[in-house]
């Protein structure tokens, strides 16, 4: 064995983890857990965080500081140095023990459980609180202003600052905290995480036990005109910062989620309803679930995709909304044959109604061969009038 990398050993290694692997520990603050000693017992003796552990009898604190995973597998084991490094570098610590959860107390419960509900209402009220302080909550008010997000946004929508551990780093990171919530009912917690070393396909973690179906059905309006249902809450946020008076918008979150039932039946009580996913597979699952549902995609400039976020920050949300919605209003092709066969209506006023949706050039590449169907049928109509005016 050649030289021991120390800093990369201890950063691949999380001490609630370990420890969780021969005792039972509980969480007693955030990100911090106790239970009882391997060596000499107690009840919550032995402290562990992700990077630091003592306990209060064998091996106190050193000047305020605790002991590092090395120092645990030595104590331990009874190994040396060198040898505790090889254990923990190839994975070998103790794989024969009974693995815990590393966190188990909000592992072991769903959000429906009163113990759940309980711990994640703490969590969030903190979380809030936390994002509300002059101090304590600067790093993730400025995070929001840099998107765009006003104080009176995310105020509304309950948002929070913490710093939750985060799956893949197995650490604790900075993260905007996003409650999901149904009549006032705690769901799920979702995280955001941002900063240093998140990359793309981690920025989001939810709290475990949570269940996520539409986000932001708790501040829907009345408006039973316009819906939309948008992937990514900050892209919700977004929305109903810009146009609330004039829509209103849900989201099936960051992750593959279209909502399932619960937009079905919400979406019913719409006149039109837009999905704006720009993954297909997302935007294909979300308009299977809702009929009549119209698709949105973001705007593409410079092969850069703007989301509803980034056209809130480039000033030009509240237009591309209003456009969206007023390409919304024309019949669908199913609508335009409806008002072809109307017969009690007057056959000037049926072919007028769909005369100017035929102009419009955007709907034969949306409607394809339901476009020609209508176009034929109105072209017929055109005929029995011009007869009819001759006569
Ligand atoms: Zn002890």
């Given at each position: 064995m050649g030289s021991i990398d120390v800093d990369r050993i201890k950063q691949n290694v999380d001490l609630v983890d370990l420890a969780g692997q021969v005792v039972k520990l509980r969480k007693v603050a955030a990100g911090e857990y106790a239970g009882p000693c391997p060596k000499c017992g107690g009840t919550d003796r032995l402290h562990v965080k992700a990077d630091w552990w003592f306990c209060r009898q064998c091996w106190p604190p050193d000047n305020g500081k605790g002991h590092d995973a090395i120092a645990w597998v030595m104590w331990l084991d009874g190994v040396d140095f060198r040898e505790a490094c090889r254990r923990l570098d190839s994975g070998a610590v103790p794989t024969d023990r009974p693995r815990r959860a590393p966190e188990p107390s909000a592992r072991r419960y769903k959000w429906g459980d009163p113990a759940w509900q309980a711990e994640a209402r703490t969590f969030v009220h903190e979380a809030v609180q936390r994002l509300a302080s002059p101090t304590l909550g600067e790093p993730g008010r400025a995070y929001l202003a840099g998107?765009?997000?006003?104080?009176?946004?995310?105020?509304?929508?309950?948002?929070?600052?913490?710093?939750?551990?985060?799956?893949?780093?197995?650490?604790?990171?900075?993260?905007?905290?996003?409650?999901?919530?149904g009549r006032g009912t705690l769901k799920a917690v979702q995280y955001r995480f941002y900063g240093d070393g998140i990359e793309h396909g981690d920025r989001f973690a939810q709290r475990p036990g949570g269940e996520r179906t539409l986000y932001g059905v708790d501040l829907l309006g009345t408006h039973c005109d316009t819906l939309v249902l948008v992937e990514g809450e900050l892209n919700a946020l977004s929305i109903w910062q810009e146009a609330r008076d004039r829509l209103d918008v849900v989201s099936f979150g960051s992750d593959s989620n279209a909502g399932g039932d619960l937009a079905h039946r919400l979406a019913a009580r719409y006149r039109r309803v837009l999905v704006w996913a720009d993954d297909p597979d997302k935007a294909r699952l979300a308009m299977g679930a809702i009929p009549g549902a119209r698709g949105l995609r973001s705007v593409e400039q410079d092969g850069q995709k703007l989301d509803a976020n980034a056209l809130l920050q480039a000033g030009a949300l509240a237009d591309f909304l209003l456009a969206a919605r007023a390409r919304a209003e024309r019949p669908t092709a199913g609508e335009a044959l409806g008002l072809l066969q109307d017969t009690a209506r007057p056959l000037t006023d049926r072919l007028g109604a769909v005369r100017d949706?035929?102009?419009?050039?955007?709907?034969?590449?949306?409607?394809?061969?339901?476009?020609?169907?209508?176009?034929?049928?109105?072209l017929g109509m055109l005929g029995e009038y011009e007869r009819e005016v001759r006569i």
């Amino acid at each position: 064995m050649g030289s021991i990398d120390v800093d990369r050993i201890k950063q691949n290694v999380d001490l609630v983890d370990l420890a969780g692997q021969v005792v039972k520990l509980r969480k007693v603050a955030a990100g911090e857990y106790a239970g009882p000693c391997p060596k000499c017992g107690g009840t919550d003796r032995l402290h562990v965080k992700a990077d630091w552990w003592f306990c209060r009898q064998c091996w106190p604190p050193d000047n305020g500081k605790g002991h590092d995973a090395i120092a645990w597998v030595m104590w331990l084991d009874g190994v040396d140095f060198r040898e505790a490094c090889r254990r923990l570098d190839s994975g070998a610590v103790p794989t024969d023990r009974p693995r815990r959860a590393p966190e188990p107390s909000a592992r072991r419960y769903k959000w429906g459980d009163p113990a759940w509900q309980a711990e994640a209402r703490t969590f969030v009220h903190e979380a809030v609180q936390r994002l509300a302080s002059p101090t304590l909550g600067e790093p993730g008010r400025a995070y929001l202003a840099g998107r765009g997000i006003t104080q009176e946004t995310w105020q509304a929508w309950g948002l929070g600052y913490a710093t939750p551990r985060h799956p893949r780093l197995r650490a604790e990171r900075p993260a905007i905290c996003l409650p999901w919530q149904g009549r006032g009912t705690l769901k799920a917690v979702q995280y955001r995480f941002y900063g240093d070393g998140i990359e793309h396909g981690d920025r989001f973690a939810q709290r475990p036990g949570g269940e996520r179906t539409l986000y932001g059905v708790d501040l829907l309006g009345t408006h039973c005109d316009t819906l939309v249902l948008v992937e990514g809450e900050l892209n919700a946020l977004s929305i109903w910062q810009e146009a609330r008076d004039r829509l209103d918008v849900v989201s099936f979150g960051s992750d593959s989620n279209a909502g399932g039932d619960l937009a079905h039946r919400l979406a019913a009580r719409y006149r039109r309803v837009l999905v704006w996913a720009d993954d297909p597979d997302k935007a294909r699952l979300a308009m299977g679930a809702i009929p009549g549902a119209r698709g949105l995609r973001s705007v593409e400039q410079d092969g850069q995709k703007l989301d509803a976020n980034a056209l809130l920050q480039a000033g030009a949300l509240a237009d591309f909304l209003l456009a969206a919605r007023a390409r919304a209003e024309r019949p669908t092709a199913g609508e335009a044959l409806g008002l072809l066969q109307d017969t009690a209506r007057p056959l000037t006023d049926r072919l007028g109604a769909v005369r100017d949706w035929l102009r419009d050039r955007e709907v034969r590449g949306e409607l394809g061969p339901d476009y020609d169907n209508v176009l034929t049928r109105w072209l017929g109509m055109l005929g029995e009038y011009e007869r009819e005016v001759r006569i």
